[in-house]
């Protein structure tokens, strides 16, 4: 009994530290970006040994996949009504970024850094690319659809939490629905040119 007590011990201590490290993790690559950022200050931020980043993460790049890792959703984002569709997203995109603060930093990063462009263009691949298909559109017409929604979505999301343009900042969730809702429509439903 003593043993199996130990272990959970042992496993919450882990799961404790694993957190600990990721917190760290994601406030330092968003302070810092992903090149100033070292293992010795997130550990250090972690209150731990930078040999405990390691032995649980890897490497640098290791830690920062698992500290970004996101799931914005998009295969299971309702389709209905259709005409409703890019206001859709882009109310799903703006509680992504309000909720997630790792998105910001990955953003941050991702303009800079190969391995944050990777995470996010896999969310363009695994996720918004197969959205554009269900509504119809074959793999080119999907890619370049999503491609131009990423572009609207992103640039908004630069301008708003990164680079915090003032007229960006300043409009509310109703005016960003209405202004970008009808362009990422357009590049999901409209006739190919």
């Known amino acids: 009994m003593t043993g199996t007590t130990e272990n959970q011990q042992g496993a919450r201590r882990s799961d404790a530290t694993r957190a600990a490290i990721l917190a760290a993790a994601r406030a330092r690559f968003a302070a810092d970006g992903y090149q ?7 550990a250090g931020d ?31 984002l309702p389709l209905e009504p259709h005409d409703e569709i890019g206001r859709t997203l882009v109310r799903h995109f703006l509680t992504l970024w309000e909720e997630n603060g790792e998105l910001t930093a990955l953003l941050r ?14 969310v363009l691949r695994d996720q918004l690319i197969p959205l554009a298909g269900r509504l119809g559109h ?18 908004l999301a630069l301008t ?27 590049y999901l439903t409209a006739p190919e040119p």
């Open 36 to 42: 100033k950022a070292t293992i010795r200050a997130i």
């Open 46 to 76: 972690a209150n731990i040994d930078p040999s405990m980043v390691m032995r649980y993460y890897g490497n640098k790049a290791g830690l920062f996949a698992a500290a970004v890792a996101i799931d914005p959703g998009l295969p299971g």
């Open 109 to 122: 990063v991702g303009s800079t850094d190969p391995a944050a462009a990777e995470r996010m263009q896999t």
């Open 138 to 155: 074959g793999p080119e017409q999907a890619a370049t659809r999503a491609a131009l929604c990423a572009s609207a979505v992103l640039g």
């Open 160 to 186: 708003r939490y990164v680079l915090r343009f003032p007229a960006s900042v300043a409009l509310d969730r109703d005016e960003i629905v209405d202004w970008l809702g009808a362009t990422v429509q357009r």
